[in-house]
Nanobody, 113 residues
Framework: QVQLVESGGGLVQPGGSLRLSCAVS????????MGWYRQASGKERDLVAS???????TYADSVKGRFTIFRDNAKNTVYLQMNSLKPEDTAVYYC???????WGQGTQVTVSS
């Protein structure tokens, strides 16, 4: 059974930083591409960043230069480092396994003063 468990969300002031983690089990993590998506209230779920099994990355234009996706295959974990956070980054962030099509439960990120 595939499980993706996100953590690291919370409330942060504009300009602050957060690091999200997604611990993965039930798949051969190192051969799977992974992604982070987000869904703001009343909006569609959109791709934020993705990383291939070999470490290639892609980013939404809105987060380029501020967010970094990276993975630790020894820990079966994918991360999203978020810097210079803005109020418009407020959303529920979801981890996604491209190979299995599985989602995590989501973690809330709120950027507000």
């Amino acid at each position: 059974q595939v499980q993706l468990v996100e953590s690291g969300g919370g409330l942060v002031q504009p300009g602050g930083s957060l690091r999200l983690s997604c611990a993965v089990s039930g798949i051969i993590f190192r051969i799977n591409g992974m992604g982070w998506y987000r869904q703001a209230s009343g909006k569609e779920r959109d791709l934020v960043a993705s990383i291939t099994s070999s470490g290639g990355t892609t980013y939404a234009d809105s987060v380029k230069g501020r967010f970094t996706i990276f993975r630790d295959n020894a820990k079966n974990t994918v991360y999203l480092q978020m810097n210079s956070l803005k109020p418009e980054d407020t959303a529920v962030y979801y981890c996604y396994s491209l190979g299995s099509g599985s989602w995590g439960q989501g973690t809330q990120v709120t950027v507000s003063s």
